[in-house]
């Protein structure tokens, strides 16, 4: 039997912790250190996670010689920059989603990957669950006809506060980099299966959206996308309207239905399922079982493709995250959403 990959984590955040406690139940993998900007966070997570090692700092983390894989979940805007230095550091790397602001820093992140000769992943955790695979073939098999209307759709609504880093410029915040890449990437892989491909590029994309007014982040954002077999997409998100997240694919023959698209097999969306709704015929429920939690398949993902000596992964690749980086660009663009620098 393999040895466990050992990871360390960035970040105590929320999305660490949710992490941390996935790796409990990894097959592949294993969580040895956490590093933090302080030596008190850095403790009490440590703390919280059985005593693993606690670093006050970012390079420290990086320093350890017993890791060997990080995973990124700090705030968007040091995504590019972490990426860079963990491939520097020689460690494999799953970063959270956006993997940078703009598709120029993601391309960034990838070239350092690629130079260092480490794996990179983008942290989509859906793409590693079954029910994405049985999506994608589905639409490869034309289970409803031709392609022709993806429908997908990411909100919530969150009080305002420009303190927190989802409504923080400076942290990178805003509806679209951080929900609005859910509906992106679906979009391009559904596209892209229908074409039998692993995603595709929209041939043409109008966008809108509402900057607030205070924070002066993007608080909602549509977008329409034509991709090259002619479907088209209706993208959604927003952080100020009431809840939603679904999917619906609508072919020349009938509809398919996600009712939990990105958050499958969770205690709060329960088992992946999929309805297929033929015309004429009753609906079709395929329920898609997993053997572990969300965040524990992507670990496993990540842990399985390296022990394959491989530098990306099929469910989340290079091309795919610079290909979504691109549609976010050109969406905030006709939001008129920039960051610092740009």
Known sequence: MAAKLNWGILSTGRIARMFATALATSRTGRLVAVGSRTAEAAGKFAADFGGITAHASYEALLADPAVSAVYIGTPHDSHAELCIRAAQAGKHILCEKPLALSHADAARAVAAAREHKIFLMEAFMYRCHPQTAKLAELVRERAVGELRLIS???CFNRPVDPKLRLYNRALGGGAILDIGCYPA?????????????????PVEFHGTGRIHPVAQVDEQAAATLKFPGGALAQLTCGT????????RIHGTEGIISLPAPFHPGTDAEGPGRIIVQRTGAAAEEIVCLAD???YTLEADTVGDAIARGEREAAAMSHADSLGNMALLDRWRATVGMKYAGE
């Open 240 to 247: 100020t309207t009431a809840k939603e997240l679904a999917v």
């Open 185 to 201: 990437s679906i979009a391009r892989l559904v596209a892209g299966a229908a074409e039998g491909k692993p995603f595709a590029e």
């Open 292 to 294: 572990a939690g969300l």
């Open 152 to 154: 997908a759709v990411f």
